[in-house]
């Protein structure tokens, strides 16, 4: 099925300013003296579209006016066209601040179209835009929907019907005849087509017929597709300067569905992303405040990332005022879906595991959330020590890796002997009673012994390891020390180094 998806802003100049200031200034866009887009606050004072500068100030002396700049327009159009990627590659810009998106092979993966249109709606709010929205079959034909706040048209029949309703100046070739137009009668597209050819395109041209046929499907047409850069990389200047670190979460949000785009169209996921706050300039100038977040499981989606940014700036406290932010991706690896079990685990997957543990981190500090690593040590006690748990994640996934490449040769019985769930944090000294380990009953050696030797000089020491079993059927792992130098008639000292469940 060959579904297209217009969007049509029909305030970028404003948007592009602030997104905010629709509803709490009066804001007003110029261009070349004239009003080219107010705020519904301006227009509610009187600022109409066409208006020189000296009514609007007579009118709102208060007004924030601004001029056009057509290459933030640009870039904020990129940056749409950047988040939308995660739908599908095939995005282009059209005319009139107007992106087309091929959708047809995106239906099932993301619900069908109204789940798809109402996913994408979201995403464009959350980057401080408002669109229309219309579904077509054909690119030319959703970009007239879309201009003209027509709706959906799933099919080809549905499609002209639309069509044929909508205004006959719409099209852009359509336009400097618009008074001709209306003075034949002719008003909507319907009536248009109705017309004769031959002489429609004497004296409006061969563009005007090419935009209907396109429209109507009866021409194929030609798009230059986004492409996303190699690396990213992306700012937003804000509009005032920011006191508070948690009310940069939007800013950093519209930075995460640009990134979450670029991923998607080069079929990777991130494991680590920096956001850069950028402070004064000039003779106050700062260096920016560095957030770095280190992923345990590298992922492709924004809504993990923004709650690990929500309590990351939550928690911090700028020291001066922030004017811009910036986002990189330094660390990127090549996208791995994830595999759904037939019977999924209760407690949720290893992947929500380890999302709930960067969330800890993110809330209480790397070095607050430890988890323990293995040492070269045979000693129970020096086995493993305590390390943030982000590193550990990360030098298991490369442990894996080589273990991968060249699998260990281990021998079975050292896979298969058994340790206990609780170890003592200093091994407790046995009584003995009647030649046998006591701890609360006799204890009964229930397993072969374990030698463990290691150490170096003074701090050499030889244990064997015994399960060991009370007379309540509880197991314990006790081990008995073997003193060198000791003649045969020293008794052997036990101690009790860990309990089972």
């Known amino acids: 099925m060959r579904l297209w998806i217009g969007l049509y802003l029909p305030r970028l100049p404003l948007d592009v300013f602030s997104p905010h200031w629709s509803a709490e200034a009066a804001s007003v866009v110029l261009e070349h003296e004239r009003v080219l887009a107010a705020s519904p606050l301006a227009q509610a004072g009187g600022v109409r579209e066409g208006m020189r500068r000296g009514g ?7 007004a924030r006016l601004h001029e056009r700049e057509p290459a933030r327009e640009a870039a904020a159009m990129q940056a749409l066209a950047m988040a939308l990627l995660q739908y599908t590659p095939q995005v282009t810009l059209a005319e009139e601040a107007s992106l087309l998106m091929d959708v047809g092979a995106s239906l099932r993966l993301f619900g069908g179209v109204r789940a798809l249109c109402r996913d994408i709606r979201a995403k464009v709010r959350a980057l401080g835009f408002n669109a229309r929205l219309s579904c077509a079959p054909t690119a030319r034909g959703a970009w007239l929907l879309a ?49 004769p050819r031959p002489g429609l395109q004497r004296r409006c041209g061969g563009a005007l017929l090419g935009v209907l046929d396109a429209a109507y499907g009866m021409t194929a047409e030609l798009f230059d597709w986004i492409a996303a850069p190699a690396t990213f990389q992306a700012r937003l200047e804000l509009f005032d300067r920011v006191e508070q670190a948690d009310a940069l979460l939007a800013g950093a949000h519209s930075l995460l569905l640009q990134m979450t785009g670029w991923l998607c169209a080069h079929q990777l996921a991130v494991g680590r992303i920096v956001l850069l706050l950028e402070h004064e300039r000039g003779r106050v100038a700062r260096p920016p405040t560095v957030l770095d977040i280190i992923l345990a499981e590298p992922t492709w989606r924004d809504e993990h990332l923004v709650r ?23 660390e990127v690896q090549a996208m791995a879906m994830p595999s759904e079990s037939l019977f999924p685990e209760p407690g949720g997957s290893e992947q929500d595991q380890w999302r709930m543990l960067e969330l800890l981190v993110a809330r209480l500090g790397p070095e607050n959330v430890l988890q323990a690593a293995p040492r070269a040590d045979y000693r129970p006690e020096l086995a493993n020590r305590w390390v943030p748990v982000q590193r550990t994640r990360r030098t298991g996934q490369q442990q894996m890796q080589q273990t991968q490449q060249t699998p260990p040769q281990l021998p079975p019985d050292l896979l298969s002997l058994p340790r206990p769930a609780w170890l003592l944090a200093k091994p407790v000294a046995l009584l003995m009673r009647d030649h046998r380990p006591f701890y609360g009953s006799p204890l009964r050696m229930a397993s072969t012994p374990e030698r463990i030797e290691a150490g170096w000089w003074s701090q050499s020491q030889t244990r064997d390891y015994f399960i060991a079993q009370g007379q309540d059927h509880a197991h314990y792992w006790v081990y008995r020390e073997r003193i060198a130098g000791a003649d045969g008639d020293t008794a052997p000292r036990w101690f009790l180094h860990g309990l089972f469940g």
């Open 56 to 62: 609007v100030l007579m009118l709102l002396p208060q």
């Open 308 to 330: 690990l940014l929500r309590e990351r700036l939550g928690s911090l406290s700028l020291e001066a005022h922030v004017i811009g932010l910036v986002l990189e991706a330094p």
């Open 147 to 195: 201009r003209g706040g027509s709706g959906h048209a799933l099919g080809m029949a549905s499609l002209k019907r639309r069509l044929d309703r909508l205004p006959a100046a719409l099209p852009l070739p359509a336009r400097p005849f618009a008074a001709w137009l209306d003075g034949i009668g002719c008003l909507s597209l319907g009536q248009l087509r109705r017309l």
